[in-house]
């Protein structure tokens, strides 16, 4: 048995979930998830654990981060959920929390140090030198004074939470 | 002469920097003219920034595009991972008066504002639209016999219902783009499927990603492909650094490097000592 937990529901939907209500557990996600083939996470269970407000089962384990976010599911849904939006939802509520992944939070922490969510190193520099690329990227990498207005834009946005 | 705001994204310059090469060597052999969209970021990924934080993402995209605006011009992307963010960003922020507002309060911070008009597009769409496959088969050099597996991933074509660049459950504007070149388009099971990576799966629960991917390589072989040819350089480096593991050697090709061969650039130029799995000419 499980109770329903309304209150969170209502979270999930004044979050931005509020579209869930409109599944009715037919199954046509799960069966086109390439993620949940492989493992034990199944996009109509998450969808009813949505639905009936189920704080602890969605932000506990790795159900909620197997979603490779390829939309299959949203595509053939006959109810026009917007399965990723929801998901993506419940992932925000989740990291507002405290639930991500150390390896997530790098990636984080490399958007807000550098601009980009992989690191420059000597080794790419040579090759884009020996291709004739300028060996630092165009991009905010290249510019100090444009890095900090990203980070301006990105702490406006509540993101130093995420990367602490 | 079409003329666009060449965005870099992450992975492309930063890691394949081959892919960024060709395709500034296949767009001016076309006529496409690339301005560097300078001082732009990452996107910011849109499986990973954007299920952190839905607001820091749109905020940080919205700069991407207002960047672009100020140039008067649309975007160009060579990464699916980019094209999602960037166009949704902007299919979001366009069709929502009141997020528009509150993501332009932050922009107002550093002096920028987002007012919607740049227009997002991706290199396999613009070739297949723009340049169109009749002139594309008269830009070849060196005809390739390759038989490909293509590899569409899935940002590219979805959601489609905003999108509608091609159907997503059996879409045809990749193979026609690689048959374009003289090689084979090599059917397969499950061609739609994920590489794995994408979502923030790869970084956190890589050996999920790697079952994907592995299916992925199985059904290609299956099917007879020798050689892989993506328009995403997330995608291409989940399969070039995933195969020597799961024992497959397939060479992996971005679009741009397929046409920089057929157009007769060289192994060195075309930056394939960056590859994992050798490519051979």
Known sequence: ?164 | MAKYAFFLGCIAPLRYPGIEKSTRVVCENLGIELVDLTDASCCPAPGVIRAFSRKAWLAAAARNLALAEKMELDIVTICNGCFGSLFDAAHELNHNPELLAEVNAILAEIGMEYKGTTKVRHFAEVLYNEVGVEKLKESIKKPLDYKVATFYGCHFLKPSKYKAIDDPEDAHVLDDLVEATGAQSMPRRQKMMCCGAGGGVRSALGDVAMKLTKQNLENMVEGGAEYIVDICPFCHLQFDTGEGELGFSLPVLHLSQLYGIAMGMDAKELGLEAHKVPVTL
């Open chain 1, 1 to 164: 048995m499980v109770t329903p937990n309304v209150d969170f529901a209502k979270e999930i939907a004044a979050a931005g979930g509020a579209e869930v209500k409109m599944c009715f557990q037919c199954g046509t996600c799960t069966a086109s998830c390439p993620s949940g083939r492989q493992t034990s996470y199944r996009v109509r269970k998450l969808m009813r654990q949505a639905q009936l407000g189920l704080k602890e089962q969605i932000f506990e384990g790795e159900d909620l981060w197997d979603c490779t976010t390829c939309y299959a599911c949203e595509e053939r849904c006959p109810r026009t959920v917007p399965i990723v939006d929801i998901i993506i939802t419940l992932r925000n509520m989740a990291v507002a929390e405290g639930h991500m992944f150390e390896n997530h939070k790098k990636t984080a922490q490399s958007l807000y140090a550098i601009g980009h969510t992989v690191s420059i190193n000597d080794k790419v520099k040579e090759q884009r030198k020996a291709l004739g690329l300028s060996a630092e990227p165009p991009t905010v990498i290249a510019n100090p004074e444009a890095m900090a207005q990203l980070k301006k834009v990105l702490a406006a946005a509540g993101f130093e939470k995420i990367v602490e």
